[in-house]
């Protein structure tokens, strides 16, 4: 077969067919003569992939275990060699070179020759080579000279893998390129992380690195990494981190040793940032950072005095003599002495040496200069800025922020700075948009004529409130508190016309003869260039008609405040004449700004003057204008007044008032006008009128009132008709009341009644109708006072029934279960206090007559 395998060879030695025949049924020869036909078959068709890949297959497979000095392994090498050059394009050819050349360590000629693949491959099988190239770099990962020449080739192939370069020049501890490969990430704006990592996350890993590494990032230069740029290009677009980034800028000059622009970053940032948590986080550090000053500073420079001291004391002793007193003195002694003649040079080497981290080899000589006490008065100027720093991040935040504004002056006028809390308020009403401001912006004005009065500058206080009335404002209430501010400054100052006459103008209704007459005025004015330098244009002209209208809507808003006409009421009341204040009062009710204090006071008014009728009047309109639960005070008021004057004389008439009122009176407010009545009647009327209207009270209120009326009905009528009437009444509430609470708590005291007028079969029969609300096991306190009742009025049997009702009582709420939500609130005991000695088998004889169940004998 051999033969004729050869024979077929001889013919057709340029078919593959014939040579892989053959190699396969020479499968069992030995080695070398495998390698022989494969040359053989290779000499005759060199350009043959399968018999290429197939020999220096079976080759690597043979040296494969052997040891590295192997001859076998610089042969099979040669053979890769001799078929790259038919082979240069085939990938997999390639690939098993550099697989054969990384298991032998021959790295620099497994580099070249991954290089060589790059080059002689098209770039779409780039890819395959990259695999191999990388497992290469991983596997000797101790040299990362290897990693940085191969990364930057494959990043050109495929940029998105820039994050695991940077992964790996951080394993290798290149901080400082790893730092650039980030920078050239992050300033990339199409960049897309293919670890799924946000630009947020690529950043913070950024600035990690350059507070962590600073020497290292500054040695890049602002070519390959401007540290700077970075970090304040990060501060506009991670609005979130910013306080972050501030910090980090400034540790980095911080390491440097660059003090100045450290301290000149924090206070750049604390006026930057515009969230609280940001302040705070810049404001910490920046307060640790000077106390770490600080305290470098007075370790260095603190004991300068105790050396000039130790100085002084060495020149004024003798040498020999500190000599014996080294020699002769105790340890402590010495170690003192020692100290001392140390002298200053040691003592400041070895306290600079305490500090030397602190102090970077870059620091400049000025840092070597005593400034402890200037560092000691910065640091407490930082901290007491604090308030108004934080003030301006929150106006940064909102600048129509009024209450803010008004912070801000309080600070100032807590260090008694009067000119800056001027000049802040100022500024806040040059910045507050009164349609944009959150409060109220008449403060600012108000807040301001405050200074200037508190300073004895009455009149720039009054100029000021005039410029307010004038302003813009978005709600009227903002113009009514500036011209009640303008009232009171003139009262304080005891202007009492002025601030009359300034009310009067206020309330009064400005007419539209006025408002198209101002128009026209502020027309011609800004026409003719009175206000300005300039014509202004048809825009302007448009501009002043929206100001002025919006002006004169306000205006006539304003004299319908409630407030200003009080204030104006008030005034007339006290500086003008009774016509003037009456007319004030029946202005308000006119034009229904009235409140139900406002008809009070004028009734009060006209009452006090002896205007009785009028006042009354006034009473009704007050009624007439309001409903419950308003008009209950007036109609309280009115009722009073009028029984205080006429008394008895006008009954008909007192009580038609009382039945108006009663009438739409609700049902929780009708109780002080029912007590007005019965106490009316009680006095000027009979005893029959008085206990009807106190049973209509007992109708009319709500459940949680009815038993305390029941009960001052049920005296009542024991004062003025009788028993009779009495018991009456207590029947009415057992009847009426559906809360058993309030059923047993009428029960017990009409019992009690009963008693008290020697009625004690009376007394009884209410016990045992109220027996049935009261559960034996959770109201005791009902069944002791029945108890105690028995004890003392009863006998044997009345006892014993007292008994069986009480039997009776507790199987049928043990069988209706209603005592599982019930709860006396009355009662000082607990529900189901005795159910468990019950259960638990201390249960009474039911056959024992003698004895009752708590073990008492019977009476």
Not at 199 to 221: E, S
Not at 389 to 397: D, I, K, M, S, Y
Not at 709 to 737: C, P, Q, T
């Amino acid at each position: 077969m051999e033969s004729a395998i050869e024979e077929k060879l001889v013919r057709e030695p340029h078919v593959v067919k014939r040579w892989i025949e053959y190699l396969d049924v020479k499968k069992d020869a030995p080695y070398l003569l495998r390698v022989a036909i494969y040359e053989r078959a290779l000499f005759h068709l060199p350009g043959s992939y399968k018999l290429w890949f197939r020999y220096l297959d079976e080759r690597c497979k043979h040296v494969r275990g052997k040891p590295l000095a192997e001859k076998e392994y610089e042969l099979t090498n040669a053979a890769f060699d001799r078929a790259l050059v038919y082979m240069n394009k085939m990938p997999r050819i390639w690939i098993m070179y550099a697989a054969f050349l990384r298991s032998q360590d021959l790295i620099s000629r497994c580099r070249l020759a991954l290089d060589d693949a790059l080059r002689a491959l098209p770039i779409t099988q780039h890819n395959l080579i990259w695999d191999e190239y990388l497992r290469f770099v991983y596997k000797h990962n101790e040299l990362w000279q290897l990693g940085c020449h191969v990364w930057p080739k494959y990043l050109q192939f495929e940029p998105r893998h820039r994050e695991k370069y940077v992964d790996y020049l951080l394993e290798a501890n290149r901080h400082g390129e790893a730092m650039e490969q980030i920078g050239i990430m992050v300033s990339d704006p199409g960049f897309v992380s293919a670890e799924g990592r946000t630009l947020h996350d690529i950043w913070i890993q950024l600035c990690d690195l350059i507070v962590k590494y600073p020497a290292k990032a500054a040695n890049l230069g602002r070519n390959k990494l401007d540290v700077e740029a970075v970090l304040r290009a990060g501060l506009r677009r991670f609005s979130d981190e910013t306080g972050r980034l501030w910090c980090a800028l400034a540790e980095f000059h911080i390491k440097l040793g660059q003090f100045g622009s450290a301290e000149d970053v924090y206070e750049e940032g604390m006026r930057a940032v515009n969230t609280v948590r940001d302040f705070s986080t810049i404001f910490d550090a920046y307060v640790q950072y000077q106390e770490a000053m600080l305290t470098a500073k007075m370790d260095l420079f603190g004991d300068d005095e105790e050396e000039d001291g130790d100085e002084a004391r060495d020149n004024n002793t003798d040498s020999g003599t500190g000599s014996s007193a080294i020699e002769g003195g105790t340890e402590n002694d010495k170690a003192a002495a020692e100290t001392a003649i140390e002298g200053p040079e040691a003592k400041r080497r070895r306290t600079t040496a305490i500090t030397e981290p602190f102090y970077h080899i870059n620091a400049d000589s000025e840092d070597k200069v005593n400034d402890v006490d200037l560092r000691l008065a910065q640091l407490s100027f930082i901290i007491d800025q604090r308030p108004f720093l934080l003030n301006e991040v929150v106006l940064r935040q909102n600048p129509h922020n009024v209450q803010e504004w008004l912070n801000r002056a309080k600070l100032f006028r807590e260090k008694e700075d009067v000119a800056q809390v001027v000049t802040t308020l100022n500024r806040a009403l040059e910045v507050v948009n009164p349609a944009l401001a959150l409060g109220r912006p008449s403060e600012l004005w108000i807040q301001l004529s405050k200074v200037y009065e508190d300073n004895e500058d009455s009149e720039e206080a009054r100029k000021v409130l005039q410029t307010a009335a004038d302003s813009p404002f978005r709600d009227v209430e903002d113009l009514v508190a500036v011209v009640c501010a303008s009232i009171e400054l003139e009262l304080r100052h005891e202007a009492f016309e002025r601030a009359l006459t300034l009310a009067r103008d206020a309330v009064k209704r400005p007419s539209e003869r006025a408002i198209a007459e101002n128009i026209a005025l502020q027309r011609q004015r800004r026409t003719k260039g009175v206000e300005g330098p300039s014509v202004p244009g048809a825009d302007d002209v448009k501009n002043t008609e929206g100001i002025v209208k919006e002006k004169f809507r306000l205006q006539q808003r304003l004299y319908k405040s409630t407030r200003l006409w009080s204030l104006y009421a008030d005034l007339e009341e006290s500086l003008g004449t009774l016509a003037t204040a009456r007319a004030a009062y029946e202005s308000m009710i006119d034009l229904k700004v009235a409140t139900p204090q406002t008809i009070l006071n004028l009734a009060c008014l006209l009452y006090e003057n002896n205007f009785y009728e009028d006042a009354f009047k006034a009473l009704e309109k007050g009624v007439a204008l309001f409903d419950w639960p308003h008009v209950g005070d007036i109609w309280s008021a009115y009722l009073t007044k009028f029984v205080s004057r006429y008394g008895g004389s006008k009954m008909e008439r007192t009580r038609e008032l009382f039945e108006k009122a009663l009438a739409g009176a609700p049902a929780d407010k009708a109780k002080p006008l029912f007590l007005l009545l019965s106490d009316f009647e009680e006095e000027h009327g009979d005893s029959t009128h008085a206990m009807a209207n106190y049973e209509r009270l007992c109708a009319t209120v709500p459940e949680n009132q009815k038993v305390d009326m029941y009960n001052l009905a049920a005296a009542k009528a024991h004062e003025l008709v009788g028993v009779s009437r009495m018991r009456n009444i207590f029947e009415s509430a057992l009847e009426d009341l559906q809360d058993p609470v309030n059923l047993r708590e009428v029960s017990l005291r009409f019992a009690e009644k009963e008693r008290a007028l020697g009625e004690i079969d009376r007394a009884r029969a209410i016990f045992k109708h109220a027996a049935q609300f009261a559960n034996p096991r959770t109201v005791l306190s009902f069944w002791d006072r029945w108890k105690e009742f028995e004890v003392e009025h009863g006998n044997e049997d009345t006892y014993k029934e007292m008994l069986r009702v009480k039997r009776s009582i507790q199987v049928r709420f043990q069988d209706t279960n209603y005592a599982l939500g019930q709860n006396d609130s009355h009662d000082s005991e607990k529900p189901f206090a005795s159910q468990q000695v019950t259960n638990s088998g201390n249960k009474k004889d039911p056959n024992d007559k003698d004895k009752v169940e708590d073990g008492t004998p019977a009476p």
